[in-house]
Nanobody, 116 residues
Framework: QVQLVESGGALVQPGGSLRLSCEFS????????MAWYRQAPGKQRELVAS???????NYADSVKGRFAISRDYAKKTVYLQMNSLKPEDTADYFC??????????WGQGTQVTVSS
C-alpha cells in the first residue's frame, strides 16, 4: 500500500518562495509518475506539475518558469520548488502517485497561503 505525506505549506508573502515535500512510503517508487495538484476554495482541483519515472516534467501554464518539480529516488521524495509566489497560488496542494488506473494515490494535502 502506498502512502503519501506532504509537508512544507505555509503563509508566505507575494514574491516569496516555498518548497513542498511529498514522502512516498511503499514499494516501486521508481515506477510511479508523481504529481502535484492544487485546489483553491470554490475551484476544481488542477494539475500543477508532474514528473515521470524518466524525469520528464510537465507544468501548468500558470506556473511555468516559477515552479520546479523534482524527485529523489534515494529518499523516495518528490519536491515542488515554488518561486515568485502570487496570491492566486493560494490553495491546498496535494501529492499524487499514479502507476495505473487502479494504482492512483493521494496525500492529505498541505496548505499554501500567499498574502501580505
Amino acid at each position: 500500500q502506498v502512502q503519501l505525506v506532504e509537508s512544507g505549506g505555509a503563509l508566505v508573502q507575494p514574491g516569496g518562495s516555498l518548497r513542498l515535500s511529498c514522502e512516498f512510503s511503499g514499494n516501486s517508487f521508481s515506477l510511479y509518475t508523481m504529481a502535484w495538484y492544487r485546489q483553491a476554495p470554490g475551484k476544481q482541483r488542477e494539475l500543477v506539475a508532474s514528473i515521470s519515472s524518466g524525469y520528464s516534467t510537465n507544468y501548468a501554464d500558470s506556473v511555468k518558469g516559477r515552479f520546479a518539480i523534482s524527485r529523489d529516488y534515494a529518499k523516495k521524495t518528490v519536491y515542488l520548488q515554488m518561486n515568485s509566489l502570487k496570491p492566486e497560488d493560494t490553495a491546498d496542494y496535494f501529492c499524487n502517485a499514479k502507476r495505473a488506473v487502479s494504482m492512483d494515490y493521494w496525500g492529505q494535502g498541505t496548505q499554501v497561503t500567499v498574502s501580505s
